[in-house]
C-alpha cells in the first residue's frame, strides 16, 4: 500500500508539486508573520483586520456557495475563521512564539479525528490513537518547558484554536464539496461583526488612533500577508489540488508546515531551537507521520 501512495505522489505535475510546496512556505511562514504583526495590533483587532482585507473587494467577485445554507456558513465561520484565529492570535499575543504554535495547532488532525468518533460514529484505527498519544506527549513536553517562548494560559489558547479548526473540518465536512475559495471568502464575511464585536469588548482598551496613524511598513505587510497568500491564495491553491489529486497525495505535504514554522521562526526571529524543542517537534511530526501513514504500514504487517 505504501508504495501505491508512493507512485501516486510520483505522477503529480512537477509544477503542482511547486504550488503545493509554496503553498506549505506561505503557510509556515505565517506563524512568523502574524508574531510581527500582533507587536502593534492587539490580537481580535489582528484577526478582524485579517478576514476584512479577505472579504473586500473578493466578495463582489464571488457568489455564496450553491446549497449551503446561512447556517452552515455561520458555523463554518464560527469554528474556522472566529474562533480558530481569535483563540491563536490570542495565544501568541500572551507568549507563544511562532515556532511552538506552528506546531501546537498541528494536533488539529487529532482532534478531528476524536470528535469524528464521538459525533459521526467513524471508527479511530490502532495506528491513529497510536499517533495522537505521541503527538499529544509532544504538546506535554512543551508544557514541562513552561517560561520563554512558551506560556502554559498562550498553550492552552493555542490548543482551542486546534479544537476550533477541528470543530470546522467536521463542518466542512458536513458541506460537503463547494468552491472552497468562494467558502472562505463568504465565511470571511460572517466573521467580521463577530470578531469587531469582541475586539471591541476585550480589547477597546488598547485602541487608538495611533494603531491606524502610526502602524510600521512591517505590519501593514504582515496583514496584507495574512489576507491575500495565506488566505486567499493558499486555501484557493490548496482547495485546487485537491480538486485534482487523491487527499492521501496532497494532504502529506502538510507535514512539512511545522518544519517551515519552526525553520523560519530561527531564521527570521531568532527563535532558539534548545535540543527540548526538536524533540517535541520530532514526537508532533512522527504522531502526525503514524497518522497518515500508520494503517497502511499495520496492514503490510498483517
Not at 14 to 19: A, D, E, P, R
Not at 144 to 152: K, Q
Not at 225 to 239: E, K, M
Not at 277 to 301: E, M, P, Q
Amino acid at each position: 500500500m505504501a508504495s501505491n501512495s508512493l507512485a501516486v505522489t510520483v505522477k503529480m505535475a512537477l509544477k503542482h508539486i511547486l504550488l503545493a510546496l509554496g503553498v506549505v512556505v506561505i503557510w509556515g511562514v505565517n506563524f512568523v508573520v502574524i508574531q510581527v504583526a500582533l507587536t502593534e495590533i492587539p490580537p481580535l483587532l489582528l484577526t478582524f483586520l485579517r478576514f476584512f482585507f479577505a472579504t473586500f473587494p473578493t466578495i463582489f467577485f464571488f457568489k455564496r456557495p450553491a446549497n449551503t445554507s446561512w447556517k452552515m456558513l455561520f458555523f463554518y465561520s464560527l469554528s474556522m475563521f472566529i474562533l480558530d484565529f481569535a483563540f491563536l492570535f490570542s495565544g501568541m499575543y500572551v507568549g507563544v512564539s511562532s515556532g511552538i504554535a506552528s506546531l501546537a495547532l498541528q494536533t488539529q488532525v487529532f482532534f478531528t479525528a476524536l470528535l469524528a468518533v464521538i459525533f459521526i460514529k467513524e471508527k479511530m484505527s490502532l495506528a491513529k490513537i497510536v499517533g495522537a498519544i505521541i503527538a499529544f506527549s509532544g504538546i506535554v513536553f512543551v508544557g514541562f518547558h513552561a517560561g520563554g517562548d512558551v506560556n502554559l494560559v498562550g498553550l492552552f489558547l493555542v490548543e482551542c484554536a486546534s479544537l476550533s479548526w477541528a470543530i470546522g473540518n467536521l463542518v466542512s465536512k458536513q458541506i460537503g464539496k463547494v468552491d472552497m475559495l468562494s467558502l472562505v471568502i463568504w465565511g470571511s464575511f460572517i466573521s467580521l461583526p463577530f470578531l469587531l464585536t469582541l475586539s471591541y469588548l476585550f480589547e477597546s482598551h488598547l485602541w487608538s488612533v495611533e494603531i491606524f496613524t502610526h502602524l510600521s511598513g512591517k505590519s501593514i505587510g504582515a496583514i496584507a500577508y495574512l489576507a491575500y497568500p495565506v488566505t486567499l491564495f493558499g486555501f484557493g491553491i490548496w482547495s485546487w489540488l485537491l480538486s485534482r489529486y487523491p487527499a492521501t497525495t496532497v494532504a502529506p505535504f502538510t507535514l512539512l508546515v511545522p518544519v517551515v514554522g519552526f525553520s523560519s521562526s530561527a531564521l527570521l526571529v531568532g527563535e532558539a531551537l534548545p535540543t527540548w524543542k526538536l524533540f517535541a517537534a520530532f514526537l508532533i511530526v512522527l504522531g502526525l507521520i503514524i497518522n497518515l501513514y500508520g494503517d497502511r504500514f499495520f496492514k503490510r504487517l498483517t
